[in-house]
């Protein structure tokens, strides 16, 4: 049991470049969020999903986008990567039925040059 | 939307002496407050949540208290030792029973002086 896993690890893009940040559970958790995390700051939350093929705008939306075409999956995608979006991206997942602890995954360390 | 405050940004005890770190929370909806560490370069673990319907919490040293009057609740930590050094995040949520994400506090850097 992996919990949650996120790849890659590290990245670093050039600006205006495009890549996809992976998330998988094996929790079996219906719910999915992305967070961001910068220095001096909590996390915040990106977007997020209810369920297998539904998605949510979070506080901090613009610039990305998601999808999740498998409940176990959730893909958090940058089409063309600007330095703002330097950061740690954060995977969490939460199980439905007034369950609210989210479980985060490792993490993955952004730079955009 | 919710915005949750947290104080102070920095906190250095001596250990073996008690450390307590508030946060304040804007929505008298969110009904779930859970508090999470997280040492350098690791994912946010969880150490303690408490629910709008209880006021107070205890698992062995750390303790949190909401108060739903006012808004804003605390972690307690006793008998610090040099592990619970980290930094430490409030987060608020209205999830009840939906699937909000969390609203997170900007973190505190607790210190713990041998």
């Known amino acids: 049991n992996a919990g949650v896993t996120q790849t890659p690890k590290f990245r670093v893009l050039k600006t205006g470049q495009s890549m996809t940040l992976l998330c998988a559970q094996d929790?079996?958790?219906?719910?999915m969020y992305w967070y961001r995390q910068d220095p001096g700051m909590g996390l915040r939350l990106i977007h997020y999903s209810v369920g297998e093929g539904t998605t949510a705008k979070g506080e901090v939306p613009d610039g990305y986008n998601v999808s999740r075409l498998k409940k176990q999956n959730f893909l958090l995608g940058l089409e063309s990567a600007a330095p703002s979006q330097t950061s740690v991206y954060f995977c969490?997942?939460?199980?439905?039925?007034?369950?609210?602890?989210?479980?985060f995954g490792p993490g993955t360390r952004l730079t955009v040059t | 939307g919710e915005n949750v405050e947290q104080h102070p940004s920095t906190l250095s005890v001596q250990e073996g002496d008690s450390a307590v770190i508030k946060c304040t929370y804007s929505?008298?909806?969110?009904?779930?407050f859970p508090w999470y560490k997280q040492e350098l370069g690791k994912r946010p673990q969880l150490i303690i949540d408490?629910?709008?319907?209880?006021g107070e919490k205890k698992d062995q040293r750390i303790a949190v208290t909401l108060n739903k009057t006012a808004k804003h609740f605390s972690l307690h930590i006793t008998e610090t030792q040099p592990e619970d050094s980290a930094v430490y995040f409030c987060?608020?949520?209205?999830?009840?029973?939906?699937?909000?994400?969390?609203?997170f506090g900007k973190g505190t850097h607790l210190i713990i002086q041998p």
């Open positions: 969490a997942s939460r199980a439905s039925g007034g369950r609210d602890e989210q479980y």
């Open positions: 929790m079996n958790h219906e719910y």
């Open positions: 929505d008298s909806a969110s009904n779930y």
């Open positions: 987060a608020a949520s209205s999830s009840g029973g939906g699937a909000d994400g969390l609203t």
């Open positions: 408490i629910r709008s319907n209880v």
